[in-house]
């Protein structure tokens, strides 16, 4: 089935729960699709994950761009949903509408993503009415932390529950079509999915969002010895790799590998004639 922001909106309606993760990069794209994930978000978590900054705030527009056209070109089926980088669209309507139409001309993801409520309403609606669906991303919203004095829950306390409710309001009323919940209190995050037309998507935000997303190094044991708190660890693939990697280097070591079903052509000359052409080599 082909994903897009019609068919999650759908999804809601019909009670099914939404699946979104991250991927950065082809390879891991066509997993994530062959694995049957109904939307994929090039987050821009890639400046942690993917390029080892401390926070997202050094993610570029070009950075963005490179990524989720790799994934792009991997999915046939699965909505690529493309993080706009700090700096893209708070410094207007006009930079946010131009970033993103640049995100959907050079990369060919489906769909854009931001954070904030009220403060960028103005762009979610010009950039929806531009024919970019927009996801938004409203808690802790990771391009703020430095406003928030570190990353931490959102939406604590009643005046703070309240604003964040009437926020997912706002941005559903200029025109998201599905809205982030990152490390929202759960009964919050439930109250605001059952009031909501457009589906909610939690990050450590509990059981009652109409859908999950998770960043994939946080759920697959990719972050070694660390798996954040909401995350939980569905296989271990960073120790699979390391066993791997290991056995790769001992067997190389040792000479057991490659073997001869390892190359990549089979010699199509007779020993005879290597022999004879070693030694004429050797007497020039
Ligand atoms: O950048 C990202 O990966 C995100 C998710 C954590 C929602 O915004």
């Known amino acids: ?27 891991t794209a066509k997993i994530m699709e062959t694995a049957g994930v109904n939307a994929i978000l090039v987050g821009d978590s890639l400046g942690m994950t993917m390029l080892g900054y401390d926070t997202t705030l050094p993610v570029t527009l070009e950075d963005m761009i490179h990524h989720s056209a790799a994934v792009a070109r991997a999915c046939t089926d699965t909505l690529v949903i493309m993080d706009m980088p700090f700096m893209s669209y708070q410094t207007g309507v006009r930079d946010a509408v131009l970033n993103a139409g640049h995100l959907m001309k050079e990369a060919r993801g489906h769909a854009v993503k931001l954070e904030g409520g009220a403060a960028v309403a103005e ?35 009643e ?9 997912a309001y706002i941005v559903q009323e200029a025109g998201a079509f599905s809205v982030v919940l990152e490390c929202v209190p ?12 457009i589906p909610t998507i939690g990050i450590g935000a ?61 010699s199509d000359c007779s020993d005879e004639y290597l022999a004879t052409l070693e030694q004429t080599l050797g007497k020039e």
């Open 1 to 27: 089935m082909k994903n897009t922001a019609a068919s999650l909106l759908q999804m809601k309606r019909d009670g099914q729960r939404i699946t979104e993760i991250t991927a950065y990069d082809y390879s």
């Open 206 to 266: 509990g059981a009652g969002c109409d859908g999950q997303v998770l960043v994939y190094q946080d759920m697959l044991g990719m972050n070694l010895g660390f798996t954040p708190r909401f995350a939980k660890k569905f296989a271990d693939v960073g120790q699979l790799m390391i066993d791997g990697v290991k056995d790769y280097i001992r067997e190389v070591q040792e000479g057991t590998f490659p073997q001869d079903c390892h190359s990549f052509v089979k």
């Open 123 to 157: 762009q979610i609606r010009a950039i929806t009415d531009a024919g970019i669906p927009v996801q938004a991303h409203i808690g802790m919203t990771p391009q703020s932390v430095n406003v928030f004095g570190g990353f931490k829950v959102q939406g604590k306390g």
């Open 186 to 197: 759960p009964k919050l995050a439930a109250l605001i999915s059952r009031k909501l037309m």
């Open 159 to 167: 005046e703070a529950a309240k604003r964040l409710l009437e926020d």
